[in-house]
């Protein structure tokens, strides 16, 4: 089992920054994906960015140039530095963690609070 840890989130004016971290802990398999999604009042679960243990990302075309994920295998942690924040991406964030062998399990965290809001 695999447990995901979610911190970062906050209020921030229009323009502002933060930075979302995530750690996994427990029975980490070492090819997975770790990614964060993002849910609006509303809205369904979006994908905001994912990363590769090997190092490929993908991003979300309404975050691509302001957004970047990055990880520390060692850590087992992912990061989303998010610049140039807009009110429309205030949301729940939510870590994933898929892992790439069979099974292809995959995993949540319980969710951190961004609101972009002056």
């Known amino acids: 089992q695999v447990q995901l840890v979610e911190s970062g989130g906050g209020l921030v004016q229009p323009g502002g920054s933060l930075r979302l971290s995530c750690a996994a802990s427990?029975?980490?398999?070492?090819?997975?994906?770790m990614g964060w999604y993002r849910q609006a009042p509303g809205k369904e679960r979006e994908l905001v960015a994912r990363v590769h243990s090997l190092g490929s990302t993908n991003y979300a075309a309404s975050v691509k140039g302001r957004f970047t994920i990055s990880r520390d295998n060692a850590k087992n942690t992912v990061y989303l530095q998010m610049n140039s924040l807009k009110p429309e991406d205030t949301a729940d964030y939510y870590c994933d963690l898929l892992e790439i062998l069979p099974p292809s399990r995959e995993y949540w965290g319980q969710g951190t609070q961004v609101t972009v809001s002056s």
């Open positions: 427990g029975s980490v398999i070492g090819i997975n994906v």
